[in-house]
């Protein structure tokens, strides 16, 4: 069935480094692709997403472009800052049944030092 | 906007015990959703009501789950009887569309 796999936490980085969290899919078709996330104490946010191939989602700093060729959906930021420390999740839309879920992968925790 | 607000925060009950979740959506908002979360199976779609109507419920794991939307600002996820394996972060999210956007903080809840 439809997956998402995240590379595996924590990463730990310092202020203004280059972050990069992988995400990788596996779907029939080509779902809608999405970044979320959790800060400490919170719920999930949805934080950038994109519904075809090429695409770019940005928000906040943060890209994900859809790359078909290689099923991937890798956040990036140029310059993190603390305040980026949270648990970010990416998703896709899986249609079943006529109707539409979200499958989430388990989510990468990043935090960002002074 | 206050956001989604759930209670309560944390919960911890005895096994067998009827637990109760509340979840108040973003006014306006005519989507609502449950997850669960936990460290072994990632976020988990439980349940999606539109317009206060259940859509979706493919994903409540047995009878001990219920949930219900009476109106539009207000739902409640039940479990009776609660058991160990039920203890889990459990999030309400709601949306004007079908994707949830934005997600409560969340009821913490211990079945021992």
């Known amino acids: 069935g439809d997956s998402v796999t995240q590379m595996e936490g924590p990463v730990t980085l310092s202020e203004e480094a280059f972050l990069t969290i992988n995400c990788t899919y596996t779907?029939?078709?080509?779902?809608?692709l999405f970044w979320y996330v959790q800060y400490p104490g919170e719920g999930l946010q949805l934080l950038l997403k994109?519904?075809?191939?090429?695409d770019k989602g940005s928000n906040k700093g943060f890209e994900a472009t859809y790359r078909k060729e290689t099923t991937s959906f890798h956040l990036e930021k140029g310059s993190v800052q603390v305040s980026d420390s949270a648990v970010y999740f990416c998703?896709?839309?899986?249609?079943?049944?006529?109707?539409?879920?979200?499958?989430f992968g388990k989510g990468t925790k990043l935090t960002v030092n002074p | 906007d206050a956001g989604v607000i759930q209670s309560p925060r944390h919960e911890v009950t005895e096994m067998g015990q009827e637990v109760t979740l509340r979840c108040k959506p973003i006014?306006?908002?005519?989507?609502l959703f449950w997850y669960r979360q936990t460290m072994m199976r990632g976020l988990e779609l439980l349940i999606y009501?539109?317009?206060?109507?259940?859509?979706?419920d493919s994903g409540m794991p047995e009878d001990r789950f219920s949930a219900k939307m009476p109106n539009a600002s207000f739902s409640t996820l039940k479990i009776q009887p609660s058991e160990p394996r039920d203890s889990a972060v459990y999030f309400c999210?709601?949306?004007?569309?079908?994707?949830?956007?934005?997600f409560g903080e969340g009821s913490w809840l211990t079945v021992v």
């Open positions: 994109a519904t075809k191939a090429d």
């Open positions: 779907a029939t078709g080509y779902p809608s």
């Open positions: 009501f539109n317009n206060n109507v259940p859509i979706d």
């Open positions: 999210a709601s949306s004007f569309l079908r994707l949830p956007r934005i």
């Open positions: 006014s306006g908002h005519n989507s």
């Open positions: 998703a896709l839309i899986r249609t079943q049944g006529g109707s539409e879920k979200l499958v």
